[in-house]
């Protein structure tokens, strides 16, 4: 399994949002390759974080790597915790260029984020049903994996089919590998997809769309409005984050430029049948992560490439709560309780834990 330092991908938002596949460079990927990863090894401490899937308050699943370097592919490892990260143990890994991790429970996990032999993005994903175990490479339609996330005993997959002009969304019981596209619905990828889950509930959007489903089974498609100047190529629909099964927040974004985007916040209390314009938020960078602790629907989480903002008022006001790094990306930044949250900072490679709901955010040692 390969990895690097420097993620591609496009930003999508998500109760887990998530913008973390790897530029690995062809001539390296094509000479090299790396045995999987046992388990019970001894983590080092040179180990880098890059991609990370909580599905309990303590307990999740990191990928990274040893000895990483800028453009230089490394030795990938699957490292897990049940106990907050003060301890961590090796589990197995498949031997593929997957970038992305994502676990809905200790048994269940996924491994996407695959990269071609030009570095360009192909079709792919590894299931695992054993805790690492053992591995199966499935292909949801010859597409490309966009993002995941998993609730509730269904795991849900957004996917860009060959040709790369629009996402559709797969859903499978977690617990085994029967996937299937929901519905015929899919969004432009223009300014990417959105997927959140909350309990039975997710939502699935992008652009000027938003379908839900609060069952799981039936979907419905609900009016969404972005202000004036956010639709079609102009931008649309870029994140959505699930404070539970009935509020939610959207944020809308104009085409980026110059290292930025407009944003502004919606509201939704019917769980997305109705929403309404909160605030243009005042922040610069281009989103690549947004989310808010389940309960606690007056927190937000918002990640840019230069930092990791916070909001305890609605979006009212923002804080910082995370340092200007010059520059980084955000693989999954996820709450698992009303106060327990992760994110990884790809770069400079940190895995971060919050205790309360974001307001505060420490690295956690391998």
Same mark, same amino acid.
């Given at each position: 399994?390969?990895?690097?330092?420097?993620?591609?991908?496009?930003?999508?938002?998500?109760?887990?949002?998530?913008?973390?596949?790897?530029?690995?460079?062809?001539?390296?990927?094509?000479?090299?390759?790396?045995?999987?990863?046992?388990?019970?090894?001894?983590?080092?401490?040179?180990?880098?974080?890059?991609?990370?899937?909580?599905?309990?308050?303590?307990?999740?699943?990191?990928?990274?790597?040893?000895?990483?370097?800028?453009?230089?592919?490394?030795?990938?490892? !699957?490292? %897990? /915790?049940? @106990? &907050? #990260?003060?301890? +961590? =143990?090796? $589990?197995?890994?498949?031997?593929?260029?997957?970038?992305?991790?994502?676990?809905?429970?200790?048994?269940?996990?996924?491994?996407?984020?695959?990269?071609?032999?030009?570095?360009?993005?192909?079709?792919? !994903?590894? %299931? /695992?049903? @054993? &805790? #690492?175990?053992? +591995? =199966?490479? $499935?292909?949801?339609?010859?597409?490309?994996?966009?993002?995941?996330?998993?609730?509730?005993?269904?795991?849900?997959?957004?996917?860009?089919?060959?040709?790369?002009?629009?996402?559709?969304?797969?859903?499978?019981? %977690?617990?085994?590998?029967?996937?299937?596209?929901?519905?015929?619905?899919?969004?432009?990828?223009?300014?990417?997809?959105?997927?959140?889950?909350?309990?039975?509930?997710?939502?699935?959007?992008?652009?000027?769309?938003?379908?839900?489903?609060?069952?799981?089974?039936?979907?419905?498609?609900?009016?969404?409005?972005?202000?004036?100047?956010?639709?079609?190529?102009?931008?649309?629909?870029?994140?959505?984050?699930?404070?539970?099964?009935?509020?939610?927040?959207?944020?809308?974004?104009?085409?980026?430029?110059?290292?930025?985007?407009?944003?502004?916040?919606?509201?939704?209390?019917?769980?997305?049948?109705?929403?309404?314009?909160?605030?243009?938020?005042?922040?610069?960078?281009?989103?690549?992560?947004?989310?808010?602790?389940?309960?606690?629907?007056?927190?937000?989480?918002?990640?840019?490439?230069?930092?990791?903002?916070?909001?305890?008022?609605?979006?009212?006001?923002?804080?910082?709560?995370?340092?200007?790094?010059?520059?980084?990306?955000?693989?999954?930044?996820?709450?698992?309780?009303?106060?327990?949250?992760?994110?990884?900072?790809?770069?400079?490679?940190?895995?971060?834990?919050?205790?309360?709901?974001?307001?505060?955010?420490?690295?956690?040692?391998?």
């Amino acid at each position: 399994m390969l990895i690097s330092d420097f993620p591609y991908g496009r930003l999508i938002g998500a109760a887990a949002l998530a913008c973390a596949a790897a530029l690995i460079p062809a001539a390296a990927m094509a000479a090299t390759t790396f045995p999987a990863a046992s388990a019970g090894a001894a983590v080092p401490a040179g180990f880098r974080p890059s991609s990370a899937s909580f599905y309990a308050p303590a307990s999740g699943v990191v990928l990274g790597g040893v000895g990483c370097l800028p453009a230089k592919p490394c030795t990938a490892r !699957l490292v %897990a /915790t049940t @106990d &907050g #990260g003060a301890r +961590w =143990r090796f $589990l197995n890994a498949p031997d593929a260029p997957v970038t992305v991790v994502m676990f809905a429970s200790s048994q269940d996990g996924w491994l996407y984020g695959q990269t071609g032999q030009y570095g360009e993005r192909v079709g792919g !994903l590894w %299931a /695992t049903h @054993d &805790g #690492g175990g053992h +591995w =199966r490479e $499935l292909s949801l339609g010859g597409g490309v994996i966009e993002s995941m996330a998993a609730s509730a005993g269904i795991a849900y997959a957004v996917v860009s089919p060959p040709g790369g002009l629009t996402d559709e969304l797969f859903a499978s019981p %977690a617990g085994r590998n029967a996937w299937a596209r929901v519905g015929d619905f899919s969004v432009s990828t223009y300014t990417g997809s959105a997927l959140a889950v909350s309990g039975r509930s997710a939502w699935f959007g992008g652009g000027t769309s938003l379908w839900a489903t609060a069952d799981g089974i039936y979907w419905h498609r609900y009016a969404l409005r972005c202000p004036a100047g956010y639709s079609g190529n102009a931008g649309g629909l870029a994140g959505i984050a699930a404070a539970s099964a009935s509020h939610l927040w959207l944020v809308c974004v104009t085409s980026p430029g110059a290292g930025s985007q407009g944003k502004d916040l919606l509201l939704s209390v019917n769980g997305g049948r109705t929403t309404r314009l909160v605030e243009t938020i005042p922040l610069g960078g281009e989103v690549g992560g947004f989310a808010a602790p389940p309960g606690r629907p007056e927190v937000i989480i918002l990640a840019t490439e230069f930092t990791l903002d916070r909001s305890a008022n609605g979006g009212q006001t923002w804080t910082r709560v995370f340092p200007d790094t010059g520059g980084t990306s955000w693989s999954p930044v996820s709450y698992l309780s009303p106060n327990v949250g992760w994110a990884v900072a790809v770069q400079p490679g940190l895995l971060l834990r919050t205790t309360d709901a974001g307001a505060t955010w420490h690295t956690v040692s391998f």
